[in-house]
């Protein structure tokens, strides 16, 4: 068998963000330059090869946003794009990609369709190949609607393995009602409206009960729960759009090629980023020595930030993201 392995980039990268941004210090360079998404980021990585040992890897990043998703709902992450990226997120945006080039992780993206679309089209194009076994690399739970006998969700950071059965454990139904599930009970994070006053538990159940969303809808009369009836009945058009926002699409316009997502890692291009990044604690005991002299080169003042730090402990940086 085949081991291939899909990241979902920009997940980790804002799980990662989002971690460092929970420590009780800013994480910078010396020179005051924010490094805490990278290097949580970065520990992602290092752990994800050491403990799964991907033969295989592609990367799999946005295209620019949903073109079908918008055109359906023009609110659809509305509330996302009006954050914006963080800018100290974004100035880390070099690392990230430098990091991922020295794994040889090649990246993939197609205009139009988000990162969850190229996994699910790589993962059902590779899942044609009975030789082939398919690792989704995620922090998002959407992705369990993907899982089947030979494709799994990894999260390196939670220390999760995801089948069918775990799946079935985590959010209460079968992957194939992961979808039917989720279009009950929207979303607040992509801003999809579900159906109003059903939430986890209602939605589990409901799809239990009838075994599907069309049943459920269908039959919404035997829902013995006044609110959960009135509002399958009176939201049917707003739930079969729900359903339709939170499947993931299997068919961008792009072929897998394992050739080369061969993984050959560049290990001295990484330890090289490690370096300027001054990543103490993930570099070997033989080469802290240099690392404090080559942090000083051409180096400016510090800028008055209170309690900067320029690394933190593995055991933190797991932490820190496994309670995000």
Do not use: W
């Not at 971690?19 to 005051?32: D, V």
């Not at 030789?131 to 006998?149: A, C, E, P, S």
């Amino acid at each position: 068998m085949k081991r291939i392995f899909l990241l979902d980039q920009m997940s980790f990268v804002y799980r990662a963000y989002h971690a460092a941004a929970r420590m009780p210090f800013q994480m910078t360079t010396k020179a005051g330059f924010p490094t805490g998404a990278t290097f949580v980021f970065a520990r992602t990585l290092k752990k994800l090869v050491e403990e799964h040992n991907p033969e295989y890897m592609i990367s799999c990043a946005e295209g620019g946003g949903s073109e079908f998703r918008e055109a359906l709902y023009p609110e659809y992450k509305a509330n996302r794009k009006s954050e914006g990226t963080p800018s100290d997120l974004a100035r880390q945006f070099p690392y990230i990609e430098r990091l991922l080039a020295a794994y040889r992780f090649p990246t993939v993206s197609v205009k139009g369709y988000e990162a969850d679309d190229i996994i699910g089209t790589l993962a059902t194009k590779l899942y044609a190949d009975p030789d082939n076994q398919i690792f989704i690399v995620t922090g998002d739970k959407d992705m369990f609607q993907l899982v089947n006998d030979r494709t799994f969700i990894v999260n390196p950071m939670k220390d999760l393995l995801a089948d069918v059965q775990k799946v079935e454990l985590i959010v209460g139904v079968h992957p194939t009602l992961v979808t039917a599930v989720m279009a009950l009970r929207g979303d607040t994070v992509d801003n999809i409206p579900g159906a109003p006053g059903i939430g986890d538990k209602g939605s589990v159940a409901i799809i239990k009960q009838f075994g599907s969303l069309i049943a459920a809808l269908d039959r919404a009369g035997e829902v013995t729960r006044k609110a959960y009836r009135e509002s399958l009945q009176n939201n049917r058009a707003q739930i079969e759009l729900s359903h339709v926002l939170v499947t993931i699409a299997c068919d961008a316009p792009i072929e897998p090629n394992i050739v080369d997502a061969q993984c050959r890692i560049n290990s001295e291009a990484i330890k090289e980023i490690y370096h300027e990044l001054e990543f103490q604690s993930l570099l070997g005991k033989e080469e802290l020595t240099t690392v404090l002299d080559f942090a000083e080169i051409n180096q400016p003042e510090a800028p008055a930030v209170v309690d900067t730090r320029t690394t933190m402990s593995d055991e933190k940086a797991d932490e820190l993201l496994e309670s995000f």
